[in-house]
């Protein structure tokens, strides 16, 4: 099998058809039809074996995450997912491998009618690039800018649990048997809030997805919007794996920390607040408010209304700090 057999028996298979896909796999270019009165949201992501997730991870859960976390930057500017495309680089033709990769990018992509529309082929070590493309309604897309002192600090779902797995997987920690599966689930099968994000158009003031760690994206929505937040730290959402596996100091710091949630981390105004959650209530994304910004352009935190310091680095890629 070559390039173009991989091509045609693998990634052209996808069965949904978008309308709005003019020219799908097979030209030199893709052409979607172009919305009025709407922009259209772009964002790329490439995940390295070995960097991004560890060499052991089965193809079905590398198809998988190389979408979502595509449709997780999407979901963060409130744009609802229309296209990828997929730039794929493999050591060699494995079919078995392909299958499966196939199979967890086209689950993905059918549950949020999205199509797989071009891409590119290569040979060499492994890596999966996905770039997604969205819709938002004119002017209707959120920001990492927008935020205000006096706003809100939310966050969706449950936080660290994907650091917890990888550490387990690492061997540096060991999970209880009944913590193992859903864990691992979190790190290899994270969702994209995308329904999440398109509520949130019309309440947020500011979002990003946590990728990179909670505090360090906050960092980013503070930078950008110039305020300062206070988080308390008693109501982070934080599973009972978490709890239970490395005790209330070490999981809230891993909370902080970890990488790979793909949760959305936004803020919201005084007024937002109810309408926000009734929103998030009815596409089924449950919210932790976890605190509020403050104009000081620090962010500071709280345990028991007691102030305690805290250590920030999520993941940065050519940071010594790497191991
Ligand atoms: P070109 O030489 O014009 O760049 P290619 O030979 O690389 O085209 O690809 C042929 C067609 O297959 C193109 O439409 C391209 O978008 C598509 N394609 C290549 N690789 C992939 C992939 N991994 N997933 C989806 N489509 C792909
Ligand atoms: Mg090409």
Known sequence: MKEFDLIKHYFAQQGLN?????LGIGDDCALVQAAERQ????T???LVA????PVETSAHAIGHKVVAVSLSDLAAVGAEPAWISLAITLPSIDEAWAKEFCRGVFELCEFYNVQLIGGDTTQGPMSVTVTAQGIVPFGKHISRTGAKAGDWLYVTGEIGDAALALQHVF???????????NSLKKLNYPKPRALAGQALREYATSAIDISDGLLSDLEHICQGSKVGANIVLDDLPISTAMFETLGQEAAVEMALNGGDDYELLFTVSQDNKVGMETALANVGVTV?????????EKITTTLNSKPVLIDKKG??????NNV
């Open 18 to 22: 978008r309308k709005d896909v003019v």
């Open 39 to 42: 922009h259209i949201a772009v």
């Open 44 to 46: 790329t992501d490439t």
């Open 50 to 53: 070995g960097v991004h997730f």
């Open 171 to 181: 061997g540096n920690i060991k999970l209880a048997q009944p913590f193992v599966e």
């Open 288 to 296: 932790t408010c976890i605190g509020q910004l403050n104009p000081s």
């Open 315 to 320: 993941f940065e890629h050519f940071s010594e």
